[in-house]
């Protein structure tokens, strides 16, 4: 049953394996790093808008507070939109990656148990 199993170098799982871990730490400390960054934008954007809000005294400065929020909401879906789009070439970079490592791992073992001759196991 066992006679036909070719030899095999079961070290080279090590290096692709590496890889990924490293991709994988760096994709994701990447992507929470933006996150971060835009949750403390956000933030200090709210507490603008609060103190802006707060200083209305009149209907001229609602009217404009409300009209300026409206061209920022329509440049932030803009930018949304731009990262978005960002955001998925940088998925698909990842994701050909993670194709390009698996492929190179597949035929570096691959190819070492083609040539060795198979172990003779009684």
């Known amino acids: 049953m066992f006679k036909n199993i070719p030899a095999a170098d079961f070290s080279a799982f090590g290096a692709p394996v590496q890889k990924l871990i490293e991709l994988n730490t760096a994709t994701f ?12 934008k956000q933030i200090a954007q709210a507490q603008a808008d609060f103190q802006a809000f707060s200083s209305i005294k009149d209907v001229e400065a609602f009217s404009s507070f409300v009209a300026f929020k409206s061209e920022e909401a329509k440049a932030k879906i803009e930018a949304l939109q731009a990262e978005a789009l960002a955001t998925t070439e940088n998925t698909k970079a990842y994701f050909a990656e993670v194709q390009s490592i698996l492929t190179a791992a597949t035929e ?15």
């Open 29 to 40: 400390t990447k992507a929470f790093e933006a996150q971060k960054a835009a949750i403390e």
């Open 108 to 122: 570096s073992v691959a190819a070492p148990a083609a040539k060795a001759p198979a172990k003779d196991v009684a």
